[in-house]
């Protein structure tokens, strides 16, 4: 099994800032892609960014410049620090994290989601 924990969200007025963490746990041999997607209520689950394990990163157009991805792969841990934040980031942000196990099948898991809200 693999587990991801996700920490750092909170409530913040808008144009502040937070920062999101996950650690992955369990029987890992490599995680390829982490990423960050959240969803707002009403709304479907969307892309937020996402990081390769040789540090690619791709990010929505609504977050670019606003938003870092990053990931520390000795930690088997991703970042997001989210600055600027409008009362629109408003969600429940997941990560999610995939790649291989130690008995070399592959691995797609998911955080519990943690809560982030702006106010106006």
């Known amino acids: 099994q693999v587990q991801l924990v996700e920490s750092g969200g909170g409530l913040v007025q808008a144009g502040g800032s937070l920062r999101l963490s996950c650690a992955a746990s369990g029987s890992i041999f490599s995680i390829n892609i982490m990423g960050w997607y959240r969803q707002a209520p009403g709304k479907q689950r969307e892309l937020v960014a996402v990081i390769t394990s040789g540090n690619s990163t791709n990010y929505a157009d609504s977050v670019k410049g606003r938003f870092t991805i990053s990931r520390d792969n000795a930690k088997n841990t991703v970042y997001l620090q989210m600055n600027r934040l409008k009362p629109e980031d408003t969600a429940v942000y997941y990560c999610?994290?995939?790649?291989?196990?130690?008995?070399?099948?592959?691995?797609?898991?998911w955080g519990q989601g943690t809560q982030v809200t702006v106010s106006s």
């Open positions: 999610n994290a995939e790649g291989r196990r130690q008995d070399n099948t592959r691995f797609n898991a």
